[in-house]
């Protein structure tokens, strides 16, 4: 009976450390430097859009909730739209904008042709635009907020985690004196050079799990 008992404990410790060494991957593979975790996600034309489909490329993912008032700072600028320029700045960057909103809570897209409405009331430009209502892709790069940023570079390394820039309000008269972090550090990216800041505190609504 004792027998049973140690081994019912030895069990249970067995599991918390493999649950341990999990939630550590995680985290470190959500960190610039470490390789980028793969994933597939339905976009917004109804496809299956994988990461793996860009490899050797750079790709940025941004966290999107359109109810979010700092996502609209950057949506609703004036003149031309400061997230919707950075979006078809380069054409050597794949941009995929990503909604983790779960059903009931805000921002949250139940199909394809609602995301496709969105994107186009929106007029995005990103590449593709993806549904992760289930939550799995945002944890998986540790999304905090919307907006929140990774940039993946061609070696499958992440290079860049954090937020858009370096004001964290939602007002659209910060963006001309912020420091625009994604910006600089997809033209480092892009010049094959170092991200001097690869890591920043992502600002804006929590990501509505």
Known sequence: MRANVFKGIFMQLVKIFILFLGLSYSASAAEPGKMAEGFSLTSHEGKKVSLSDYKGKIVILEWFNHGCPFVRKHYDSRNIPNMQLAQQSNKDVVWLTIVSSAQGKQGYLGSAKEA??????????????????????GRMYKAKTTPQFTIIGKDGKIAYAGAIDSIPSSSADDIP?????????????????????????????????
């Open 116 to 137: 496709t409405a969105k994107y186009k009331e929106e007029n995005m430009r990103a590449d593709a635009f993806l549904l992760d209502p289930s939550g799995k892709v």
């Open 177 to 209: 004196h912020a420091k625009n972090y994604v910006e600089l550090a997809m033209d480092q990216v892009l010049a094959g050079k170092p991200v001097k800041i690869a890591k920043t505190k992502p600002y804006g609504c929590s990501v509505k799990y």
